[in-house]
């Protein structure tokens, strides 16, 4: 081993970092090892770990890496999981030797990584920078485990080949400064636990290289994350999300093991459920953001790595139930970049910690600002049930990259996915990804169309308004133009789900108003589960600019006269939302689609370069509805009213019916009446529920305080701004008395 490291000047140079990002304010214990991933009072628990009948799978793979002999000579070029797998035996007997302490485990590991660095080709991987941040993060691993025995040219060798053969190579770069904090590639691995992991690591020796990465993370890492896990979620959609949440539990890990704090704000507990929230009943995710998961098959729920490290970190019982169902009982090894190998699984698992299944959490998760989106279910059997879910979102704050221009989106899923997502994520910034995937024409929102508007070379959809990605976390924290929205009020209950917002900002100046606002309320009732309500106020600049309701499709719907029909009949239920368009009174319905227009925006179709087949589960969808104005107007008002139902149910739909007047604007379907307060101040409302007998009314847009109705006093609150009642049909009066 000696001999190896005689000329540590082969690995290349050693440069030393300025303190560029300020003193980050914690810091390891000098002299003390290991820190990395542990500390000597946690290697017992992780000894006591080894036994556990949990980590029994594990533990034998971990077992049977020990025993394989590898030099670190790379030979060929090995593809991404052969190549985790072998920097896993290495990591494997580093472990081994902190825990034992035989000594022949640690000469191994430490020649191995330095023929790792000399020998190791990286061409033959996509992404190749991220096999080079697993080979820093082992080198790391080593260096700490096996620190009594690393010689100061093992020490030197291992810091100029992660500087110099690896960095300048990365896409973050050397110094490591090329990427941001927000979203995009400097947002994953390549800080957060590869980077982080060495200058833990090596900071006996290189503390400028803590100083330099640990301020950046403490400078511009933490306080993006601070701000956005207030929400309980993350802005970069259901696959490329978790993804990166992954990399941050990696650093509140690190973190957690070296100090017992965590650095970042205790809402990072929430995050998780952001994501678990979408589960549907077929075992896919609601459709959020750029989701490559759905071209292939069979889907993959990202979030199943990134919950294991959540579980354990949080000690959270339903993310640690929901982990192992997603990982095979502990079975499924990870060997490529966003790693879970057999060595982490003993360092992370927590084995005393239980499971509850997730059919003991609440059926609605509201994920307040900065997003603002409620994700409602009627159920937790996701075993192909008949749940309903509904995602609602107004999206106050773009987080650009993979998030999508869509707010005010809504999704809606029973027996299949009904009022879906269109667009395909067949890769980054294809015509397709960049002119529909990722714009407003792909959702369910509203279109304002501005013949003149500058769309930053896309085509014009007359959709929200393109923000180029930033790095500047000052900018995108103040800076209005990354701010889309704002929620306006929001109620969850047993009996109705609530959630409005201003959505104006998310548009160029060609909209002055818009606000959109919907309700779901569940019903007691096999056949008819669930109504769905959707009110737009909308002003445009000008009155020839073209307003749109847009409703996606996964089948081509049926039209007649003001009810729209959508099922979806691919899988084993059959499911179908009936759409009675309300308003505008003089409302033009049309649909487009079909194959080779599943695409279109005007006369240009755009087409992906993976459409649903038998290899996928892509739900690029029939195409879509668009509800119209008859005539043209600076301000319009859009009242659309969803039943959701089966698919053989849609001819026994009543009609909706409207309620107007006395300041309210609302619908009547079946024995429920949805009502929309025209404005908060308004402190007297009258309005007739039509047809007869007895309606739960859900009236909303109200102003806080107390209400007096049919002698009932209800207390509404600022957040909320609903009130809830029963009434028989005809005349109701509201009014405010308190």
């Known amino acids: ?37 542990f500390t000597k ?8 770990g080894l036994k556990a009948s949990e980590n029994s799978y594990v533990y034998g793979v971990y077992k049977e890496l020990i025993a394989t002999k590898f030099d670190g000579v790379v030979t060929g070029k090995p593809t991404y999981p052969e190549f985790g797998k072998l920097l896993s035996i290495i990591e494997c007997k580093a472990l081994v030797y902190a825990l034992t302490g035989e000594m022949h485990y640690a000469e191994e590991a430490i020649e191995a990584v330095g023929n790792v660095l000399l020998t190791a080709t990286f061409d033959q991987f996509p992404d190749n920078y991220r096999a080079m941040g697993q080979v820093m993060l082992t080198a790391a691993e080593v260096y700490d485990w096996c620190y009594d025995m690393m010689t100061d040219n093992a020490k030197e060798a291992f810091t100029a080949g992660c500087e110099t053969i690896l960095a300048p190579n990365m896409e973050i770069k050397f110094p490591p400064t090329a990427q941001g904090s927000i979203s995009g590639h400097g947002s994953e691995a390549q800080i957060l636990r590869d980077w982080l992991a060495f200058a833990i690591a090596s900071y006996d020796e290189y503390p400028d290289i803590y100083e330099f990465i640990g301020g950046d993370i403490f400078a511009n890492y933490v306080p993006v994350r601070d701000y956005y896990y207030k929400s309980g979620a993350i802005h970069q959609g259901n696959n490329y999300g978790p993804y990166r949440f992954n990399f941050d539990l990696w650093s509140a890990w690190l973190f957690r093991r070296m100090t017992g704090k965590l650095i970042y704000d205790e809402s990072m507990a929430k995050v998780m459920y952001g994501f678990i929230y979408g589960l549907r009943p077929d075992g896919q995710l609601l459709r959020t953001g750029d989701d490559w998961s759905e071209t292939r098959l069979p889907y993959v729920v990202e979030y199943r790595i990134t919950s294991f490290y959540a579980a354990n970190l949080f000690g959270d019982e339903y993310i640690k139930g929901e982990s192992k169902r997603l990982l095979d009982d502990y079975r499924e090894i990870n060997w490529c970049n966003n790693t879970l190998t057999p ?46 879910l509904v995602m609602m979102k107004i999206g106050e704050h773009t987080g650009m990259n993979h998030d999508h221009l869509d707010s005010g989106n809504f999704q809606i899923y029973y027996k299949g996915i009904l009022a879906s997502e269109s667009g395909v994520y067949d890769s980054y910034f294809t015509p397709e990804d960049r002119n529909y995937n990722k714009t407003t024409a792909a959702h369910n929102c509203m279109l304002i169309y501005d013949p003149d508007e500058d769309t930053a070379g896309r085509e014009n959809c007359g959709g929200q308004r393109y923000v180029s990605e930033n790095y500047d976390i000052n900018a995108w924290l103040t800076d ?29 100046d060609k909209v002055s108003e818009a606000i959109r606002t919907m309700v779901f309320v569940p019903r007691r009732d096999k056949d008819i589960p669930g109504v769905f309500v959707v009110y737009d106020r909308v002003a445009s600049k000008k009155a020839e600019f073209e307003k749109t309701f847009r409703l996606h499709t996964q089948e081509e719907p049926e039209i007649n006269g003001k009810t729209t029909i959508l099922k979806n009949t691919k899988g084993k239920n059959h499911g179908a939302l009936v759409c009675r368009t309300l308003l505008p009174a003089n409302a033009e319905i049309s649909k487009t689609g079909g194959a080779g227009h599943e695409f279109d925006i005007g006369s240009v179709s755009y087409t992906s370069r993976v459409m649903p087949g038998d290899s996928n589960v892509t739900e690029a969808g029939w195409g879509r509805v668009d509800v119209k104005p008859g005539k043209q107007s600076r301000a319009d008002t859009f009242l659309n009213a969803m039943y959701i139902t089966d698919a053989g149910n849609t001819s026994e739909i009543h009609n909706a019916e409207l309620i107007g007047g006395g300041g309210v604007v609302g619908a009547r379907l079946l024995d429920e009446a949805v009502v929309f307060a025209e404005s908060r101040e308004m402190t007297l409302l009258e309005f007739v529920i039509p047809g007869g007998g007895e309606v739960g009314v859900v009236l909303t847009g109200v102003g806080a305080g107390k209400w007096s109705v049919g002698g009932e006093t209800i207390t509404v609150s600022e957040e909320g701004a609903t009130l809830s009642f029963r009434h028989d049909s005809g005349r109701v009066t509201v009014s405010k008395i308190g």
């Open 480 to 508: 209005p133009k990354y701010r889309f929205g704002r929620t306006l009020f929001h109620e969850e209950t047993d009996a109705h789900v609530v959630l409005s917002g201003d959505i104006a900002p998310a548009y160029t």
């Open 41 to 48: 009072d946690s290697l017992e628990e992780i000894r006591t």
């Open 343 to 388: 060595a982490q699984y003993l360092i992370f698992n927590d084995a005393k910690l239980g499971t509850k299944p997730l059919s003991g959490l609440p059926l609605t998760y509201h994920m307040g600002s900065p997003l603002g989106e409620t994700i409602t279910r009627t159920g937790w059997d996701i075993d192909h049930s008949d749940d309903v």
């Open 1 to 37: 081993m000696k001999e190896f490291y005689e000329n540590p000047a082969e690995f290349g140079n050693i440069t030393k970092l300025g303190p560029k990002f300020g003193e980050p304010p914690v810091k390891p214990e000098k002299g003390v090892h290991p820190r990395l991933m």
